[in-house]
């Protein structure tokens, strides 16, 4: 017998066993897209299937109406609106509506209202839904070096539900060593790889180093790189974060023979550069700082709040919603900045109404509201 046939075969067979027992490798038709010079080798590949699944799910929703802009401001309408204060009567209800669809199309205006009471902030939701606004309107008025004119709305992330898919958090729950790597198990926030899970506490919380590259071929005594194999594993874990949260390659913002240099760099990386200051910002400035309104089932097992990656908005798309704008319907409640004080979140008792940056009085347990914004301001 020929000596290649046992050989053929028994990798034929194994090849057969392995698609069968769930080997996640992507069957054709894959898209190769040629997106750096010739004889670069930058191409980005895409599952044809998975793009159809994808263009389903980022469909961009229709405002719910137009709203005319004249009219009586909602700050002097309503008792307590501490924020959009400056809208149009419709506008506030066309933007109230909105939220709705974005946040809690089942449960409706409750999820976030006592019905008798609109003007109470007993109900936390509305509560993390005004800092949220703040957020929403400090990305798109602050960040425009990463968002561009897109900009974003809750949509972005939220997408019809309470909470986003993608969020991350510290997970310190011990993961079993497997024989194919020292961290074990597969790390869900770093791109479904076995390495670092808590990378993103890293790069996305705190200000640690990305940079891990040797400048000079061989070690130089004089200029040794001090980052060390280690460190060079966060990076890669985080570049995974990365990639997958867009659905991209690495080429997207590398050209890979000196992923260091930024002259060789497609535009992108900029971008992303950005990006990971925004998002940094989004989760010190604003996320940990509700970390006492949320209720126990919305940490994480460490007690730390759900936290904003580059899959909480991106939600697996180079640019999210492809890139379609949603703001030109809402441009005066999300892409103008209002009030930015912050109430004394460490001092949340649910229940409560608090007022933006004036301490509470000491019957603000007493409902209905006795506390107005006009009240404080005096
Ligand atoms: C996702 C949370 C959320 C949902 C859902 C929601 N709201 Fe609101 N609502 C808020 C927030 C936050 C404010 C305060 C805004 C501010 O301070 O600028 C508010 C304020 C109001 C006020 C002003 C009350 C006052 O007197 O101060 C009214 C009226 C109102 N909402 C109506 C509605 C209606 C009607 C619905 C359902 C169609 C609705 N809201 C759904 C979060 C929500
Ligand atoms: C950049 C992403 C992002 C944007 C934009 C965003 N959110 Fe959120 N939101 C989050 C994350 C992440 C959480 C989960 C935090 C947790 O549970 O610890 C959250 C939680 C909430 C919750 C709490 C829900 C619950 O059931 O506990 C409400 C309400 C909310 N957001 C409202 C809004 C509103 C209203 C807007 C738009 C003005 C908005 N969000 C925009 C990321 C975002
Ligand atoms: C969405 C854009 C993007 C993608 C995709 C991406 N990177 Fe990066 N990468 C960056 C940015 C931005 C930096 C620089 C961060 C900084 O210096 O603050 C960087 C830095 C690096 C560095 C450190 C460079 C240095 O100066 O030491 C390495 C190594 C790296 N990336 C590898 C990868 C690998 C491997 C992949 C694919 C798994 C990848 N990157 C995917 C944007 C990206
Ligand atoms: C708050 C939502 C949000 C978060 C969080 C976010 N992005 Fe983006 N990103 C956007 C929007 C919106 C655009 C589209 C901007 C445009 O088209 O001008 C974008 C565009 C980009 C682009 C440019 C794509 C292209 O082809 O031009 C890159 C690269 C990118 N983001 C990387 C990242 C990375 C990496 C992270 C995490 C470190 C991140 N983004 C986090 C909202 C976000």
Redesign the pocket.
Known sequence: MQLWIPFAASAGTLLAIASFVGADWDAPPVESIQIGYRGTGMYLEKDIEKEEALRAANQVPEAPWEADPEGDRAGEI????????DLSDDQFNQF??A??EW??PEE??E???NAEN??SDEVY??VV??RM?QMNQAINVEWGDHVGDVGVTCYTCHRGQHIPVNYWYDDQEPKPASAMSRHGGVGQFVGNTSMPQNALMDYLLEDKSIRVHSLTALPDPDNPNPAGTKETESTWAFMMHMSEGLGVNCVTCHNTRAFNDWDQSPPQRVTAWHGINMTRALNVDYMVGLTPVFPENRLGPEGDVFKIGCSTCHNGVQKPLYGVSMLQDYVDSLDKQGPTDVPDFSTYVPGETQVLGAEAPANSSALPLRTTVADAAK
């Open positions: 309503y008792e307590n609106v501490q924020v959009l204060g109230m509506a939220i709705t946040i809690s409706g205006c999820y976030c209202h609109f003007a939701t509305k839904s005004r606004i």
